[in-house]
C-alpha cells in the first residue's frame, strides 16, 4: 500500500497539522474534568467560577477576527507558535493559581491560543486538501483532533487521585509544548502563504458581502449560538454537580468525560438528529441520579456533539471562497464565543437559584429553535 493511499489522498502536512492540533487540545481536555473543581477547591464561588469562564469567551467574541486578520499580516505559523506557548502558560498559570483572582489571568493569557489556533489550523489543513475532498478532509481533521478529548480525560482519571488537581495542570501544559515541536519540526516547507491563501487571493467587499449575506451561514451562526449556550452552561456546571451533588469521585468523572469523549470522535448521525437528540440528553440528566443512566446519557451527549461539528464545519467549508475561509472560520466560531459566554454566565447566576435538574430542563427547551433553523438551509449556487 502506497503511503498516498494510506494517508487517503492528502499530504502528509495535512496530518501533521491535525495531530500537533490533538496535542494542543489535550492541554486542556486533560483538565476539563476538573477545571472547576479546582477552582471551587482554590475558594472560587459557582458565581465566581462563571463569570471567569464568561470572561474569556466575551472577550474572544470581540478578538477573533482581530487576531485572524493580524495573523494574515504576521503570519499564520509564527500565529500558531504563539498560540501553542500560550495554551501551555495558561495551563501552568491555572494549576499555580493561589487564589481565586489568578483565575482572571489565566483566560486572558489564553485568548491568543483560544483566538486563533482553531480557524488557522482548520483553514490551513481545509486548503491542503483536495477542493473535491473538502468534506472528508474535514472529517479527518475533526476526528483527529478531537481524540484528545477522550484520551485527555482518561489519563485524568488515571492521575488525578495520586496528583492531585494542581500536578494534572502542570502534566498538561506539557502537551501543546509537544504539540509546537510537532508542527515546527514537520511543517518546514509548508508556505501559508501559498497554501492557506494565495496571494493574488484578498478578501474583497464583495466576498465579504457573500459570507455574512448567506442564508446558510446566518442559520449556522443560530445553530451554534444556541447549542454552544447550553453546552458551556452544562460544562460549567457538569462536574460540580456530579460530585457535590451525586457524590461521584473526581476520577469517575473524568471518566464520563473520556466515554463522551469516545462517542464525540466516532459516531455521525445526520443533524437534524443531532438537535433532537441533544434535547432528549438534557431532559435524561434532569432526571438521572445513578452513575449508569449519567454515563448512558454522557455518551449520546458526545456523539450529538461531535456529529453537529463535523457536519458544521464540513459544510461551511463548502460554502465558502479560500480567500476568506480564515475570516469565515472566525466568524462561526464567534457566535460559538458569545454563547460561551452566556453559557458560562447562565451556569453561575442560575445555580444559586434553581436545583440542576430545572437547568437540565432549560437546556432542554434551549436548542428546540435549532431545529427550524436546520430547516431553513439550502443548497447554494457557488457559480
Not at 456546571?237 to 457535590?244: G, I, K, P, Q, R
Not at 456529529?307 to 464540513?314: G, I
Amino acid at each position: 500500500m502506497s503511503l498516498r493511499r494510506l494517508f487517503g489522498g492528502l499530504p502528509p502536512e495535512f496530518y501533521v497539522v491535525s495531530f500537533s492540533g490533538f496535542m494542543f487540545h489535550m492541554g486542556t481536555s486533560v483538565t476539563a474534568p476538573i477545571l472547576t473543581l479546582h477552582m471551587q477547591g482554590v475558594g472560587a464561588s459557582v458565581f465566581q467560577i462563571g463569570a471567569i469562564l464568561s470572561m474569556q469567551a466575551l472577550l474572544l467574541t470581540v478578538l477573533r477576527l482581530p487576531l485572524t486578520l493580524l495573523a494574515r499580516r504576521v503570519g499564520e505559523k509564527k500565529m500558531l507558535g504563539m498560540a501553542f506557548i500560550a495554551q501551555a502558560a495558561a495551563q501552568m498559570l491555572m494549576g499555580w493559581a493561589p487564589t481565586p483572582r489568578w483565575f482572571y489571568a489565566a483566560p486572558v493569557m489564553q485568548i491568543i491560543a483560544t483566538g486563533t489556533f482553531f480557524q488557522l489550523a482548520t483553514a490551513l489543513n481545509s486548503n491542503l486538501a483536495p477542493l473535491e475532498r473538502q468534506g472528508e478532509a474535514m472529517g479527518r481533521h475533526m476526528t483527529i483532533m478531537s481524540i484528545a478529548m477522550f484520551i485527555g480525560p482518561a489519563l485524568c482519571s488515571l492521575i488525578v487521585n495520586s496528583l492531585g488537581y494542581r500536578r494534572v495542570f502542570y502534566v498538561s501544559s506539557l502537551f501543546p509544548l509537544l504539540g509546537l515541536f510537532m508542527f515546527s519540526g514537520f511543517t518546514l516547507g509548508v508556505k501559508t502563504e501559498g497554501i492557506e491563501v494565495p496571494r493574488h487571493e484578498t478578501p474583497s467587499l464583495g466576498s465579504m458581502r457573500k459570507l455574512f449575506g448567506s442564508r446558510n451561514v446566518v442559520a449556522l451562526t443560530i445553530i451554534r449560538t444556541l447549542y454552544s449556550t447550553s453546552n458551556n452552561t452544562y460544562s460549567t456546571l457538569f462536574s460540580l454537580y456530579a460530585v457535590n451533588t451525586l457524590g461521584f469521585d473526581p476520577a469517575s468523572v473524568a471518566f464520563l468525560y473520556s466515554v463522551m469523549g469516545v462517542a464525540n470522535t466516532a459516531v455521525k448521525v445526520p443533524a437534524g438528529a443531532t438537535f433532537s437528540t441533544i434535547v432528549l440528553v438534557y431532559i435524561t440528566l434532569s432526571f438521572a441520579r445513578v452513575y449508569p443512566l449519567v454515563a448512558a446519557a454522557v455518551v449520546v451527549f458526545g456523539a450529538t456533539w461531535g456529529t453537529r461539528a463535523t457536519v458544521e464545519w464540513a459544510f461551511l467549508a463548502s460554502l465558502v471562497e479560500p480567500e476568506v475561509k480564515n475570516i469565515a472560520v472566525s466568524y462561526i466560531e464567534s457566535f460559538w464565543d458569545l454563547g460561551s459566554a452566556l453559557g458560562s454566565f447562565l451556569a453561575g447566576a442560575l445555580s444559586g437559584v434553581l436545583p440542576m435538574p430545572t437547568i437540565y430542563l432549560l437546556l432542554a427547551g434551549m436548542n428546540l429553535p435549532a431545529l427550524p433553523a436546520i430547516l431553513l438551509m439550502e443548497e447554494e449556487d457557488h457559480d
